[in-house]
């Protein structure tokens, strides 16, 4: 089921809190692996390296950071699903 975050559907939700590296990329990565593509997956994390390690991801396997930003220790990514890995 596709949820509207802002001007962005979402159509899977991964919660990635209280983990740390390298458990939340793993996650990620499952996630993306039994995706369509053309998804996006939204991601929630409380690892600051998360920021890093999910850009790297992105640029790495060809998929699209489309929302990065934190709120009170809590940080939220927005990944498109644009190539198959």
């Known amino acids: 089921m596709s949820q509207q975050q802002g001007?962005?559907?979402?159509?899977?939700?991964?919660?990635?809190?209280?983990?740390?590296?390298p458990e939340p990329v793993m996650m990620l990565?499952?996630?993306i692996n039994d995706m369509p593509l053309g998804d996006?997956?939204?991601?929630?994390?409380?690892d600051p390296s998360t920021q890093r390690d999910f850009l790297r991801f992105c640029s790495f396997l060809g998929q699209q950071l489309l929302v990065s930003e934190e709120v009170d220790g809590v940080y939220r990514f927005v990944i498109h699903k644009a190539a198959e890995e």
């Open 7 to 21: 001007d962005i559907a979402v159509q899977h939700h991964l919660d990635a809190r209280g983990l740390f590296c």
């Open 40 to 46: 996006n997956v939204e991601v929630l994390a409380t």
């Open 29 to 31: 990565h499952n996630t």
